[in-house]
């Protein structure tokens, strides 16, 4: 099948190129000329594993098609996909704006019937805003002839696996009650419903709803167990234990229950937001929702306050070593990630930052470059160097298992606050290294 898809970001393009994967060709639009330039050599501009083999495949074989140009976007085929930013307004609210431009775009340059799906999280009600966007520019045309429908489906992949996400999906949900529609999502999708129907249909509104409300829900989780941890913290009771002790029961399960610093990324902090101005906007106080993003602003300090408590508050002139800037490991996303919290809050306090990540260094030399309390190192050894302690962000597998005496031979003070719990307490103790981390029986925390 042809396929269009507008904006060429994180999902678009993990979504064009598991399409062209399984055989449909799709032609890939994105207003940045740079972006464009860059994927038409085979680059991907961001770092996501397995991505960019596909693209290189995939674009040789000319199932995949770069371009700046709209007008070749909408005539390729009668199946555009939105799949465009829908960053925070200040209020919290879902900017629609980009997803408003495409639907205006493919009305504008249409000259067939036309299925716009939108793959974008946006707020319940915006499938029905696109579609009068649509009509009214068709009106303004005089190309009322013209038909079109426009469906939800919204994407789930996981930043870090993505690739494996897109390809085996959990779930794909479709919002529309067109039978037309339905039925060459059914055609488009079939290789991922080869094991078992992995299809959920429903109708817009509650397709919209379902992607905030995982989102939220997965938030949540993460919120709810850092409010424990700090609990165990203060009780002497061990985060560990319980994490084990409650995620054998099947209704909890293991998943999304690990406690640490906080969470980030471009998804989760936008969407609970948004998810709570939907609520207001329709006369509800979604107080369940705030907490989790209140506990979550806390939590990213949570470090500080021990590194602060440990140093007097005497931070000034002082030097820390930083592994992991990402906002998780197997990304260069550093959008919301706490170790930019903690970052820019020792930068405040007056001390330097030398910092070390295997996949982020780029985006953090675009972010603070300019910087000169911030030192990027080209290895996480080099970033220990005559530091004061030792910070851990990022869960960053190349972090589990370090050399213990490097880190004892390279710091100032052999002192590690991890805010990810990667080690056992009892090993640091035994290793001489003074080790904090969240809701853990350590000798620091007693
Ligand atoms: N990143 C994730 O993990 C993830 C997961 C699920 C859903 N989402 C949602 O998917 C949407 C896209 O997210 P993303 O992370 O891919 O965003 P992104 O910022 O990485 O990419 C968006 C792209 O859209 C392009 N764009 C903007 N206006 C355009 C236009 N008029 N025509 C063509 N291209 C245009 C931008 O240049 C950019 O390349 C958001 O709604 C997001 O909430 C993201």
Not at 129 to 148: G, Y
Not at 318 to 346: C, H, I, Q, Y
Request: hydrophobic share 40%; with cysteine; net charge negative.
């Amino acid at each position: 099948m042809k396929v269009t898809v507008f904006g060429i970001g994180y999902v678009g393009l993990v979504h064009a190129a598991v399409l062209a994967t399984a055989g449909h060709q799709v032609c890939c639009v994105d207003t940045n000329e740079e972006k464009i330039a860059r994927l038409k050599q085979g680059q991907v501009p961001f770092y996501e594993p397995g991505l960019e083999p596909l693209v290189r495949d995939n674009l040789a074989e000319g199932r995949l098609i770069f371009t700046t140009d709209a007008a070749e976007g909408v005539a390729f085929s009668n199946l555009q996909f939105i799949a465009v930013g829908t960053p925070s307004c200040t209020d919290g609210s879902a900017d629609l704006r980009y997803v408003l431009d495409v639907a205006s775009t493919i009305a504008n340059l249409m000259e067939q019937h036309q299925i716009v799906i939108c793959r974008s999280t946006v707020p319940v009600g915006t499938n029905e805003q696109v579609a009068h966007r649509m009509e009214q520019i068709l009106f303004e045309r005089n190309r009322r002839d013209l038909t079109f429908d426009v469906a939800s489906n919204p994407e789930f992949l996981k930043q870090g696996s993505a690739v494996a996400d897109a390809s085996k999906p959990d779930r794909i949900i479709v919002g529309t009650r067109n039978a037309h529609t339905l039925e060459v999502l059914r055609d488009l999708y079939a290789f991922s419903n080869r094991n078992h129907e992995k299809m959920i249909v429903m109708d817009v509104r509650s397709a919209e709803l379902t992607k905030y409300a995982a989102n939220s829900m997965l938030a949540t989780k993460i919120s709810f167990m850092n409010e424990m941890a700090n609990l165990a913290e203060k009780l002497g009771a061990d985060i560990e234990a319980v994490r084990k002790g409650i995620g054998s029961d099947q209704r909890i399960g293991y998943d999304f229950i690990y406690p640490g610093i906080g969470y980030g990324g471009s998804c989760f902090p936008k969407d609970v937001q948004a998810l709570i101005q939907i609520a207001e906007s329709c006369g509800l106080d979604a107080k369940v929702l705030k907490a989790i993003t209140q506990r979550n602003q806390e939590q990213k300090r949570f470090m500080l306050d021990k590194i602060s408590a440990y140093f007097d508050g005497k931070l000034k002139g002082r030097t820390f070593a930083l592994w992991g800037l990402s906002f998780k490991p197997n990304t260069d996303d550093m959008r919301e990630a706490p170790s930019r919290v903690l970052m820019e809050a020792l930068w405040e306090a007056g001390a330097i930052v030398q910092a070390y990540d295997p996949q982020a260094m780029e985006e953090a030399q675009r972010l603070y470059g300019h910087r000169e309390d911030l030192v990027l190192c080209g290895t996480k050894e080099t970033a220990l160097r005559d530091a004061d302690a030792l910070i851990i962000c990022t869960e960053w597998k190349a972090f589990h298992a370090p050399d213990f005496d490097l880190i004892l031979n390279k710091l100032k003070t052999p002192v590690l606050f991890d805010g990810r719990n990667l080690f056992e307490p009892e090993k640091m103790r035994r290793e001489g290294i003074t080790y904090y981390c969240v809701g853990r029986l350590t000798e620091s925390a007693q």
